[in-house]
């Protein structure tokens, strides 16, 4: 009788469930990045206290998914740590994504004077101090004293270090992002391991 092709090549089967095997994981790890989770590195002190520099980060794209999904713009929440693409990055630039907390959104009115942050909206045209909501307490003093509104379809973004030059936000030259440009919100921090928590 004779013997089949695979019969006499047994070690191709080999191969090539080797290769199936490799593809399968490449198209499951760009999958997960791109629609499920992906990791960054935090780079700079502009976080500081709630982040450190080098510190790996886990960025939920769930959300992002689902409302593209529905042909809708993801809005993270007040106080949410997010990580979004630099809104003026070119090439050669070194810093593309950029990780900050959000502070207001599309019609609200910021106003930094005397080292304090305020937001004003129409549930509360007298003002707030929005960092009164967070979970991790921002640095008491907020440098760059101005007035700004947030454009349609856009939010107003700053460090946790906001004292002097520590962070570039909203109020120091960044300007507002487009909800377009928000990659997903910090869920967790993964590195380093003894200081594993989530957001």
Do not use: C
């Amino acid at each position: 009788m004779k013997s089949s092709f695979w019969q006499r090549h047994p070690q191709l089967i080999d191969i090539i469930s080797v290769i199936i095997f490799v593809v399968s994981v490449v198209i499951g790890t760009v999958l997960i990045n791109t629609f499920v989770f992906q990791s960054y590195t935090v780079v700079g002190q502009s976080m500081e206290e709630t982040l450190h520099n080098g510190e790996r980060i886990i960025v939920n794209r769930l959300p992002i998914t689902w409302s593209r999904l529905q042909n809708n713009d993801y809005t993270p929440e007040r106080g949410d740590i997010i990580v979004f693409e630099n809104p003026n990055y070119t090439a050669g630039m070194k810093d593309q994504y950029i990780v900050k907390r959000v502070i207001a959104f599309s019609g609200e009115r910021v106003k930094v004077e005397d080292g304090v942050l305020t937001v004003y909206n129409d549930e509360y045209p007298n003002g707030f101090k929005p960092d009164d909501g967070f979970n991790d307490k921002p640095k008491d003093y907020t440098s760059h004293d101005g007035k700004w509104a947030v454009p349609d379809k856009e939010i107003f973004v700053a460090g946790d270090n906001r004292e002097g030059n520590n962070s570039l936000d909203s109020r120091s030259g960044l300007g507002t992002v487009p909800l377009y440009n928000i990659v997903g919100p910090v869920k967790i921090r993964l590195f380093p391991f003894e200081k594993i928590r989530t957001f």
